[in-house]
């Protein structure tokens, strides 16, 4: 299976301040994706970032991808509240397996 | 575009009742995912599907089943339900290397 594990599991930090998640996976990926999800809704898409990419941004968002560690980080910059919900990775081989699993997640908070 | 569809929205069963929950997207995606969340939890894969036709088991499939007899349809069963099984379903779909789009989720009690 490709599951993806973040830490920490719970994060709470002031508006304006950054915040950085992290994912570990155990396996060869082809990508690996941040979804979020706000309390009680579907899990969005947040970003994809492919295996020989080091590093990718969209907008305050900042992902690093270190395939010899098997490690990924979130960035968040200048944290709103409105940016409060959980963040999940997931991992994805295409060669091995179709199913696409995830972690227990990071819980955000951003306090006004 | 509706995207991905799930329903019912809310439904509350007795022990040992049965239901079937309904995924539909609109997005002729190929790939097709059932996943339960628990309070706090991750996500856990129950069953997904590769394509019309076909089904996988993934996590925890025990006390589920599926069927994909429509592209754009896929179906979990609950045969008889257990009080364990309390818990928010969330369908899933993507094609390709594309992300996953979610539904917003069926949130089932078993009493």
């Known amino acids: 299976s490709q599951q993806g594990e973040e830490d920490p599991q719970a994060l709470s930090i002031q508006e304006g301040e950054n915040a950085t998640m992290n994912c570990s996976y155990k396996?060869?990926?082809?990508?690996l994706q941040w979804y979020r999800q706000n309390s009680g809704r579907g899990l969005v898409h947040l970003i994809l970032?492919?295996?020989?990419?080091r590093e990718k941004h969209s907008g305050r968002l900042r992902v690093t991808l270190d395939t010899s560690k098997k490690s990924s980080s979130l960035l968040i910059t200048a944290s709103r509240a409105a940016d409060t919900a959980s963040y999940f990775c997931?991992?994805?081989?295409?060669?091995?397996?179709?199913?696409?699993?995830f972690g227990a997640g990071t819980r955000l908070t951003v306090k006004p | 575009n509706a995207g991905v569809t799930q329903t019912p929205k809310f439904r509350v069963l007795k022990t040992g009742q049965s239901m079937t929950l309904l995924c539909a997207q609109d997005?002729?995606?190929?790939?097709m995912y059932w996943y339960r969340q628990d309070p706090g939890m991750g996500l856990r894969l129950i069953h997904y599907?590769?394509?019309?036709?076909?089904?996988a088991k993934g996590e925890v499939p025990d006390g589920y089943n599926v069927s994909r007899l429509k592209k754009q349809n896929f179906l979990l069963g609950l045969e008889s339900a257990a009080p364990s099984q309390t818990s928010v379903y969330f369908c899933?779909?993507?094609?390709?290397?594309?992300?996953?789009?979610f539904g917003n989720g069926t949130r089932l009690t078993v009493t």
């Open positions: 599907s590769v394509g019309e036709g076909t089904t």
């Open positions: 899933a779909s993507r094609s390709g290397v594309s992300p996953l789009h």
């Open positions: 970032i492919r295996s020989n990419e």
């Open positions: 997931a991992t994805v081989d295409y060669n091995n397996n179709n199913d696409m699993r």
């Open positions: 396996t060869s990926i082809n990508n």
């Open positions: 997005m002729n995606h190929e790939y």
